[in-house]
């Protein structure tokens, strides 16, 4: 069975762009949360997507924004990007309603220069 | 507001030697907590959770962990540590949103 699957798995861009990343839950699960790791840190809350919404958000700026499709994989945009977004971009998914229990995918490595 | 900490940030041990990774949370309730261990350039792999019950967590990989909530500690054992275990290791707690609140994590180191 497929685990959860991230699309780029590394990427470079320049101060002021914008990214996008790509993530495909778990078949079955329809949940998907996106974290920040930072180098040298644990991985830190931006968002939860259940059933297209949002149910969750931790304390990033506006910039960062989500979505989630039908068939439950979602997408991370990053606008105006800063030197400080470098990182890595962990996905995962869950059954909602089984709590706090996620699967996470192997990252997008993004470096901003 | 929840917090974890993991007081150290770098451990090295022997091949065969045993091994306890410290956690501290911080949680008004019942905490729901786990470890994940990540290996370079890789995702989070779940080693084990606690949610309720035997305060003794078997998980995957032969790791344990005891719930304390006496100490408000949940650290993680293992009694023979393999040159395979050299990973980091992330302590966590589930948050009000469904989410999951990290510690800094642990490095392991193991000497051959």
């Known amino acids: 069975d497929a685990g959860v699957t991230q699309s780029p798995t590394h990427l470079i861009k320049t101060r002021g762009q914008h990214v996008t990343l790509r993530c495909s839950p778990i078949s079955g699960h329809k949940s998907v949360s996106w974290y920040q790791q930072v180098l040298g840190q644990g991985p830190q809350f931006i968002f939860q997507?259940?059933?297209?919404?949002?149910?969750g958000r931790g304390n990033f700026p506006d910039r960062f924004s989500a979505r989630q499709f039908p068939n439950y994989s979602s997408e991370l945009n990053v606008n105006a990007l800063l030197l400080g977004d470098s990182a890595l971009y962990l996905c995962a998914s869950s059954l909602y309603g089984v709590t706090n229990v996620l699967t996470f995918g192997a990252g997008s490595r993004l470096t901003v220069l | 507001a929840q917090s974890v900490t993991q007081p150290d940030i770098h451990i090295t041990v022997s091949e065969g030697a045993s091994l306890e990774l410290r956690c501290n949370y911080s949680?008004?309730?019942?905490?729901?907590l786990f470890w994940y261990v990540q290996s370079p350039g890789q995702g989070l792999q779940l080693l084990l959770k606690y949610f309720s019950g035997d305060t003794l967590v078997q998980g995957i990989k032969g790791f344990e962990a005891e719930f304390k909530r006496s100490q408000s500690s949940f650290n993680l054992r293992k009694p023979s540590v393999h040159w395979s275990d050299a990973a980091e290791y992330f302590c966590a707690v589930g948050g009000s949103q469904g989410n999951l609140i990290f510690g800094k994590g642990t490095k392991l180191s193991v000497k051959p």
């Open positions: 949680y008004g309730a019942t905490p729901y």
């Open positions: 997507y259940y059933e297209k919404e949002e149910r």
